[in-house]
């Protein structure tokens, strides 16, 4: 399992947007290989036996097993008990994400989380060195007044990226955001607790192996990259489907 300290200059080299087909692979093989070392794990031999451990279960329901369905959650937006999840792993410096915030998520959230059908959580997974971290905290510390949505809103909104998210920005975007208190926002965005949290969505990011941004698990499918909405409306419906005959 990749370490938490893992540098994210070392990240931000990886390719911004890779293909469906590899994202699926790196993410059931970057499973598998977390289950297989884990010392949970079962199928681990004792010592000296010389077997070699195998995956605990189908890697699609582990990734499933990722969604955390706390009502609580200032990160997610929809019914704890909706029947679809997608779990979004995002920056606010990648311009994919950004695209995928203005163009898709909002139709997403007006057609189905409206009705009850999608959830989205969202893990922040910054990879584009300190300033997208610093987003990234202060993205949670907004949250922590309800603001999160809004907030992701400003922050994705067309020219917000290229104006940096050195501490002063990130103070305005919190204004625009209306976080009512500004003051508990800056100690929220450089205490412990934000840390904590982007380092638990950090790990669990590599622990799968997601290697670029957006990327998303809906009820545990792999999607790679800002794809059409049509891409996400489709595989919505048959996670739907498949979610009404179990």
């Given at each position: 399992m990749p370490s938490s300290k893992k540098s994210t200059k070392k990240s931000s080299t990886k390719p911004l947007l890779i293909s469906a087909g590899v994202a699926l692979a790196a993410i059931t093989l970057g499973l598998v290989s977390w289950?297989?070392?884990?010392?949970?794990?079962?199928?681990?031999?004792?010592?000296?036996?010389?077997?070699?451990?195998?995956?605990?279960?189908?890697?699609?329901?582990?990734?499933?097993?990722?969604?955390?369905?706390?009502?609580?959650?200032?990160?997610?937006?929809?019914?704890?008990?909706?029947?679809v999840v997608l779990i979004e792993y995002s920056d606010f410096k990648c311009g994919y994400c950004g695209k995928f915030a203005r163009d898709t998520e909002p139709e997403l959230v007006k057609k189905y989380v409206a009705d009850g059908t999608l959830?989205?959580?969202?893990?922040?997974?910054?990879?584009?060195?300190?300033?997208?971290?610093?987003?990234?905290?202060?993205?949670?510390?907004?949250?922590?007044?309800?603001?999160?949505?809004?907030?992701?809103?400003?922050?994705?909104?067309?020219?917000?990226?290229?104006?940096?998210?050195?501490?002063?920005?990130l103070v305005e975007l919190a204004r625009e955001a209306a976080v009512p208190d500004l003051e508990r926002f800056k100690a929220d965005m450089a205490g412990e607790q934000a840390a904590a949290a982007l380092q638990k969505d950090?790990?669990?990011?590599?622990?799968?192996?997601?290697?670029?941004?957006?990327?998303?698990?809906?009820?545990?499918?792999?999607?790679?990259?800002?794809?059409?909405?049509?891409?996400?409306?489709?595989?919505?419906?048959?996670?739907k489907a498949e979610a009404a005959k179990q």
């Open positions: 289950q297989a070392t884990s010392p949970n794990g079962a199928g681990s031999a004792g010592a000296g036996s010389g077997a070699v451990a195998a995956p605990r279960t189908d890697p699609a329901a582990e990734l499933k097993a990722l969604a955390r369905r706390e009502s609580g959650d200032k990160l997610a937006v929809g019914r704890a008990d909706a029947p959830r989205i959580e969202w893990r922040n997974f910054p990879i584009f060195g300190a300033e997208s971290e610093a987003a990234a905290k202060a993205a949670w510390a907004a949250g922590q007044q309800d603001r999160f949505d809004a907030f992701h809103a400003a922050a994705y909104a067309g020219g917000s990226k290229e104006k940096g998210f050195a501490e002063s920005r950090q790990e669990e990011g590599y622990r799968i192996g997601v290697t670029s941004t957006p990327s998303f698990l809906l009820n545990g499918r792999p999607i790679a990259g800002a794809q059409p909405l049509d891409t996400f409306t489709a595989a919505i419906a048959k996670a």
